[in-house]
């Protein structure tokens, strides 16, 4: 089997469009159309259902997208390690970020490492963890930070950081003079809550499962600015990291009770290929937290 066809299919599949997959690949439409129905010829089956300009794949599809994005990212992975063993690097590390680091935490450690590797090129993705995870399974990264919780197996993980949520709240709310908040006076207020697939909301969901609370979510928005305004103007009160309060008087970081940690890790592939500057970058990040530490 070529392996130009399945290159072809996976981005077909992906961008559910023949026109969108010719684009990214920068090849006509009708070559991507020809390779794709060569393709099912070859293999006796018809991978896509066709219907106007909808591409929907069908159940054999699904399965060769699953063998086909592992057998591509294997192929790469090869050729950089080739090319890695005659002297030559990729120069490129591609991470995502949640929106909350990358703001926070993050920006010293990218211009620190850029000065000190200046020949490397960053490229930094923001999402949600759940979103960095899938595209980190799916090879559209090298690295990304998620949360050490309930991690793949194909991922492998280290931590980088131990942070505790916090309440936050107006410095004039009843509740910004307590030491602890309980998980049922919070649950009591209106929040202010990122949208699924962050992974505050995600912990935010969990500690409601297992305090059987029903969240009273009044806005849900992934703008970090936006969520800080509405919590100050009095609309309802959020959890973030005490990295985002400290420089910020009008709003208060109050612990739950009991608390809850967050371990923040940065993860790859366990079976891709680590580059070098994949792996000076991940060691970089390591560096920096345990300087932190100290």
């Not at 690949?25 to 794709?36: C, D, E, R």
């Not at 931590?159 to 709240?169: A, G, H, I, P, Y």
């Not at 202010?192 to 806005?219: E, L, W």
């Amino acid at each position: 089997m070529d392996i130009k066809p399945l290159r072809y299919f996976v981005e077909v599949a992906r961008h559910a469009s023949f026109t969108r997959a010719g684009e990214v690949l920068h090849v006509a439409q009708p070559a991507v159309s020809m390779a794709i129905r060569k393709l099912e010829a070859e293999l006796e089956l018809t991978l896509f259902h066709r219907h106007d300009r909808k591409v929907v794949l069908t159940n054999e599809g699904q399965r060769l997208l699953m063998h086909a994005t592992r057998i591509l990212q294997t192929l790469d992975d090869a050729q950089l390690e080739m090319q890695e063993l005659r002297g030559l690097t990729r120069g490129e590390v591609r991470v995502g970020i949640p929106g909350m680091l990358g703001s926070y935490y993050f920006p010293p450690i990218l211009m620190a490492f850029r000065h000190r590797h200046p020949q490397l090129n960053l490229s930094v993705v923001e999402a949600g963890t759940g979103r960095l995870q899938e595209m980190l399974q799916q090879g559209l990264l090298d690295l990304a930070i998620i949360v050490a919780d309930e991690v793949p197996d194909e991922l492998e993980v280290q931590v980088f950081m131990r942070e505790q949520m916090m309440v936050t709240l107006p410095r004039e709310h009843p509740l910004a003079q307590q030491s602890r908040i309980s998980y049922d006076a919070f649950f009591s207020q209106e929040l202010v809550m990122f949208q699924p697939g962050y992974f505050h909301r995600k912990a935010v969901d969990k500690i409601a499962r297992q305090s059987r609370c029903t969240p009273n979510i009044g806005f849900e928005t992934n703008l970090l600015p936006l969520i800080k305004s509405i919590v100050k103007q009095g609309f309802g009160i959020s959890t973030l990291l005490a990295m985002v309060l400290r420089d910020d008087p009008e709003l208060v970081a109050v612990p739950f009770e009991p608390a809850v940690w967050l371990d923040l890790c940065i993860a790859w592939r366990r079976q891709g290929y680590l580059s070098r500057a994949n792996r000076a970058f991940a060691d970089f990040v390591l560096e920096h937290s345990a300087g932190r530490d100290r």
